[in-house]
């Protein structure tokens, strides 16, 4: 029996896309396995212990295309009858229709939004198993820790605080997503706090971000903790807890 988050197999070859649509569809609570070409889709679904719940693939591939591997998957023990969501740049009646014979149950055209990617997987296989918020920062601090000792190199954590504000949450979500680099992370942790965990990023580097933080977000009353990998702390938490103290700081020095 299968236990545990609802699991998705994205086969895309555009990496950007791969890169944004695997992080959107993970803090949502599902559990994503990338693959860039269709030969390596086919080798992850035969490796994998259960079959994925979705499939989701992209029409045009390099070596084989996206129709060859949706029937390649079908033919794999386990998977008739998961649904496959294509991804396609041209609508083509003759394309869907093919993908549709071959065992597709739902298209979205390129270039798509991110509600409209969600809503389409919700409708195929629910929703994903929410995360609070705190787990996903912790869990991308984890995960720039490792990388960042194979590398030998440095990462910083900023948490972003104000006091009020006429900004709604989700826009200043965007208007960060849109600002900042596509390997940045922006984590909103509730209505008035935000985490950006920021790769290959120093003290200095941090420091320029947060300057340009508030010229992005032009709302007073701002105040921001920022701390360093490793300078700042080993693991997650120390680093975690370092930038709350120092926000703590940054309230009672007002």
């Known amino acids: 029996m299968k236990h545990g988050k609802k699991s998705i197999l ?35 679904a035969r490796e994998s212990l259960d079959p994925f719940d979705l499939v989701v693939v992209d029409i045009h591939l390099p070596g084989i295309d996206g129709l060859i591997t949706i029937r390649k998957i079908k033919e794999i023990p386990g998977y008739r009858y998961i649904p496959v969501m294509v991804l396609t740049a041209d609508a083509k009646v003759s394309t869907v229709k093919q993908a549709v014979q071959l065992g597709a149950v739902e298209y979205l055209c390129k270039p798509f939004t ?62 960060l997503r849109r600002r900042l680099r596509e390997i940045d992370e922006v984590v909103v942790l509730n209505d008035n706090l935000v985490a950006l965990v920021l790769p290959l990023t120093g003290a200095e580097g941090s420091e320029m971000v947060v300057k340009k933080f508030e010229q992005w977000l032009p709302e007073k009353g701002w105040r921001f903790g920022r701390v360093a990998y490793p300078e700042n702390g080993s693991n997650e938490e120390e680093l975690l807890n370092r930038a709350l103290v120092l926000l703590a700081e940054k309230e009672n020095h007002k």
């Open 114 to 175: 991110s509600e409209q990617i969600l809503e389409r997987v919700r409708r195929l296989i629910g929703p994903g198993e929410e995360e609070a918020p705190s787990e996903i920062l912790k869990k991308h601090l984890r995960k720039e820790i490792n990388r960042a000792k194979r590398g030998n190199t440095k990462f910083s954590l900023v948490l972003a605080q104000r006091g009020a504000g006429r900004l709604d949450i989700a826009e200043i979500n965007r208007r």
């Open 10 to 44: 994205l086969v895309e070859d555009s990496t950007p896309t791969r890169f944004s649509t695997r992080r959107l569809l993970e803090n949502k609570g599902y559990e994503v396995t990338e693959a860039a070409s269709g030969e390596e889709a086919l080798v992850k």
